[in-house]
């Protein structure tokens, strides 16, 4: 019997490379710029991956230590004229989930910055088979034509990366992009909805979908069922430079007692480091309405009384909005995590509230 892949040409993907003009290159070579990711490990030989540095997570949570090479939010940015961008990339570990596809957990995708609109173009797919084929994949998508391209490359929201190549044309033009809007990104702590389970792809999740509306930098510092508040991760935000913080963790709070002892110190935290910027307090989403109010409750208390002590820039966002009321239910795969039309619901809500706090 022929596999679905024989049957449907359009479900068939690459997974050598044969070109005889490609040339590899390390994405800390001249011309290319890897955004959301630990800058210290990116000056290693070769690069490591990760969301912060080593000493940080292992002093957070077993769980934080287990997930801070995930490399959710990572990009890497490049003007080229080459007419492919190829892919060869390795792992560790395999983050195969019964509710995410490889797409999002393990793959790549790849944006068109075009006339300052920067719009998904393709994917690098890894294959069904992946955990057998040695720890990696290569992959490759072609323009059908040879010009100037600024591309955006999203990271896996997942997968620990070891190792990365992009393939160019050996002849190929390799410039710096424009960067972002601002120097400083936006920190995002919070749960696995914040890591971005379950996207179908990188740049679904909602921190991609606010980057690309309002020319954003991000860090996403979530941490699947690891987001708990502690004092080193909060002292390890607050050390980050950023132009605003998005609080988003109560899924992760055991109780509102834990939350009410961890969330009030995080905000003091950051804001004590970074006196101006502004500060976005989520409460959970969910498909049914109301759950968990004692935790919308501390939240609420933290915003409140920064706001009567005369701190204007912090707001509460209720989750229980973020997914509207059309198709309400439509909004996850498991009634708790987005899939990428809950994504994008909890991104406009996101994007309001930081288009009129940052004056965009």
Known sequence: MKSLS???ANLQISVRIDQPDVVWHEPNEEGFTVYGLEPQGLLQ???VYRRMPDEVAKSVSEGVYGLYRNTAGGRIRFTTDSEYVALRCGYDILCNMPHQPLTGSTGFDLYITDQDECRYFKSFVPPWDAKDRAHG?????????RRKRDITMHFPLYN?????HIGLQMDAVIMKSAGYLFADPVVYYGSSITQGGCASRPGNSYQGFVSRALNLDQINLGFSGSGKGEAAMR??????????FVLDYDHNAPDEVHLSKTHEPMYRAVREAHPDIPILCLSRTDVHFGLKQEMKAVIRQTVEKAQAEGDTNIRFLDGDLLFGTDCRDDCTVDGTHPNDLGFYRMAQGIIVELREMLNL
Do not use: K, Q, R, W
């Open 235 to 244: 002292e390890y935000i607050a050390s980050l430079p950023m132009c605003a």
């Open 137 to 145: 994949y290569e992959s490759i998508i072609h323009f059908g034509d």
């Open 6 to 8: 024989e049957i449907d």
């Open 45 to 47: 030989s070769p690069a």
């Open 160 to 164: 620990n990366v070891t190792l990365l």
